[in-house]
């Protein structure tokens, strides 16, 4: 099981950071978020290792970071744009992937909501 967390609302250029907390160990580890009428859309995922991979959109503006010994995940978004507004989902998966559909778990989703 998945838990995240730290959702919120910001204002543009403001941050925030989601956190993903999982039942066990987990293997690859991302984010993915879903504005409405639109799909799911892959953001930044880890290795266990901790190497990361980022969407275009977010690199130089998001990290994610994982403490393996706690088992989680965490998003520190920065500099946030209207564009952000999304529900963000944190995922486990075997290997890292841009696909929604190579992940075999996922948290409930928290929002997050950039303001103008």
């Known amino acids: 099981q998945l838990q995240a967390s730290g959702g919120g609302l910001v204002q543009a250029g403001g941050s925030l950071r989601l956190s993903c907390a999982a039942s066990g160990r987990t293997f690859s580890m991302g984010w993915f978020r879903q504005a409405p009428e639109k799909e799911r859309e892959f953001v930044a995922a880890s290795e266990s290792n901790g190497t990361p991979y980022y969407a275009d959109s977010v690199k130089d503006r998001f990290t994610i970071s994982r403490d393996n010994a706690k088992n989680t995940v965490h998003l520190q978004m920065n500099s946030l744009k209207p564009e952000d507004t999304a529900m963000y989902y944190c995922?486990?998966?075997?290997?890292?992937?841009?696909?929604?559909?190579?992940?075999?778990?996922w948290g409930q989703g928290t929002l997050v909501t950039v303001s103008s």
């Open positions: 995922a486990a998966g075997t290997w890292v992937s841009l696909k929604p559909r190579d992940y075999m778990s």
